[in-house]
Nanobody, 124 residues
Framework: QVQLVESGGGPVQAGGSLRLSCTISANIGSGNRMGWFRQTPGKEREGVASIYIGGGGTIYADSVKGRFTVSSDNTENTVHLQMNNLKPEDTAIYYC?????????????????WGQGTQVTVSS
């Protein structure tokens, strides 16, 4: 069973930065994708960014382009999400996902394995 563990969330003021990390318990192959998603109460889970485990092929939601950067450390089975210039509307629980079904990289139904989530709260 593949397990994902996120870290790095917390409170931050608007304009600040946070770096989320997600470590995968198994080697799922460099050709597989990891995704970052976020969810707020009453809303559907939203795709934020995606990257190949081996690096490259980055994709971002329009709402975070130019502010968020996803990166991969294949040797550590870890992906990161650097979030800069954070806004209050970025407040959400952030999840990483793996086990890509090879559909839309930002589609929540396209991933099999999920982390437990980490809260990000941006205050104005």
């Amino acid at each position: 069973q593949v397990q994902l563990v996120e870290s790095g969330g917390g409170p931050v003021q608007a304009g600040g930065s946070l770096r989320l990390s997600c470590t995968i318990s198994a080697n799922i192959g460099s050709g597989n994708r990891m995704g970052w998603f976020r969810q707020t109460p009453g809303k559907e889970r939203e795709g934020v960014a995606s990257i190949y485990i081996g690096g490259g092929g980055t994709i971002y939601a329009d709402s975070v382009k130019g502010r968020f950067t996803v990166s991969s450390d294949n040797t550590e089975n870890t992906v990161h999400l650097q979030m800069n210039n954070l806004k209050p509307e970025d407040t959400a629980i952030y999840y990483c996902a793996a086990g890509w079904r090879r559909g839309s990289p930002l589609g929540s139904t396209e991933y099999i394995f999920w982390g437990q989530g980490t809260q990000v709260t941006v205050s104005s």
